[in-house]
């Protein structure tokens, strides 16, 4: 069955560095885009990044530009999200979602969602 | 960029129907898609593009736009519905990604 499961997540301190990572399963995953979306405790759903399927293009949300790169590894099935200078509003459950836009769909939808990974940036 | 606006809280008796909006001026032009997340859950979708449903979703979840305002119609609301709903959209830019702020169903 089609599955994505994140890992990496952890409590890091301000100012430092993490990648977390999102392994896809049952689905040809060179075949779609990825997203990351977070959600910071007791708040909303808030999409930070994707990339597109073979990651010739990426997107990020402002507050991530510059500190955040999404990449993707699709010989491995994986997406990664490279987290830099983070900061205690970084800290949220962080999912990644295949887009179905172009493969099974015309609209674009976040079909499928991972557990999610938490990360908790704190001294 | 672009907004979505929910109502954060929402009611309904259990068995009637209840609509769940998202305003934006985007959504003239784009389909918005709906997600329910339940506690410590991952979201799930519900509804997307001109009320498409995945398979395993009750048909007593029903999408619809009107204007600059989308809808989410649950049917006769059940117990398992409660839950929040997020509507989201790809804006006109084609490279972000947006969600309504959620609004939380309870079913009495």
């Known amino acids: 069955q089609v599955q994505l499961v994140e890992s990496g997540g952890g409590v890091v301190q301000p100012g430092k560095s993490l990648r977390i990572s999102c392994a896809a399963s049952g689905f040809t995953f060179s075949d779609y885009g990825m997203h990351w979306v977070r959600q910071a405790p007791g708040k909303g759903l808030e999409w930070v990044a994707f990339i597109w399927y073979d990651g010739s293009n990426k997107y990020y949300t402002d507050s991530v530009k510059g500190r955040f790169t999404v990449s993707r590894d699709n010989s491995e099935k994986t997406v990664y999200l490279h987290m830099s200078s983070l900061r205690a509003e970084d800290t949220a459950v962080y999912y990644c979602a295949r887009e179905i836009f172009g493969v099974l769909s015309d609209h674009h939808v976040m079909d499928v969602w991972g557990q999610g990974t938490t990360i908790t940036v704190s001294s | 960029s672009a907004e979505l606006t929910q109502d954060p809280a929402v009611s309904v008796a259990l068995g009637q129907t209840v609509r769940i909006t998202c305003q934006g001026d985007s959504l003239r032009n784009y389909f918005a898609s709906w997600y329910q997340q339940k506690p410590g859950q991952a979201p799930l979708l519900v509804i997307y593009?001109?009320?498409d449903r995945p398979s395993g979703i009750p048909d007593r979840f029903s999408g619809s736009t009107s204007g600059n305002t989308a809808s989410l119609t649950i049917f006769g609301a059940q117990a398992e519905d409660e839950a929040d709903y997020y509507c989201n959209f790809r804006d006109s830019s084609g490279s972000q990604w947006v969600f309504g702020g959620g609004t939380k169903l309870t079913v009495l």
């Open positions: 593009g001109n009320n």
